[in-house]
């Protein structure tokens, strides 16, 4: 029996900002990789479970691994702030020569408050590994598809 890869390419990217339009704000060094997010939506639903009305307050987490401790800083100075932020995921992100967004398959586009960072090192075989954990407070969340944008709303 031969074990497989699923995949060696980048499923998800975190962007510490909003992605523009055109996305050419986007750089591949200020990318980091994903290790893993997640957050629960809740919401009511009618008789047939369609889902109405704005969501109930939530928190995300996300785990991303940094190449330099030096980019974890980003995370604890928005976490000192009082103000709110947005963070973009992107799926299957690809590159241009010049290290800008290319293409993507779809976005969150995450805009809340960071409310607790912890970092993470593990020592390897080859060398140390660093790995932050962020939680946030969130306000709104926009799914960026490709047909479409959609915000979800987030009862404040």
Request: proline share 4%; glycine share 4%; charged share 25%.
């Amino acid at each position: 029996m031969t074990t497989q890869l699923l995949s060696n390419n980048l499923k998800a990217v975190l962007f510490p900002d909003t992605m523009q339009d055109d996305g050419n704000n986007v750089q591949k060094e200020k990318c980091c990789t994903i290790q893993h997010f997640s957050y629960r939506n809740e919401r009511s639903r009618n008789d047939v479970g369609y889902p109405y009305g704005p969501a109930n307050p939530m928190t995300m987490s996300f785990t991303v691994r940094l190449v330099e401790p030096e980019e974890g800083m980003v995370y604890h100075k928005k976490l000192t702030e009082n103000d709110p932020t947005n963070f973009t995921i992107l799926f299957n992100a690809t590159f241009n020569d010049n290290q800008r967004l290319k293409a993507y398959d779809n976005a969150l586009i995450v805009d809340g408050f960071v409310i607790d960072v912890e970092d993470d090192f593990s020592a390897g075989d080859k060398d140390t590994q660093m790995l932050i954990r962020v939680k946030l407070f969130v306000r709104s969340i926009t799914y960026k598809g490709k047909s479409k944008d959609t915000v979800l709303e987030i009862n404040s």
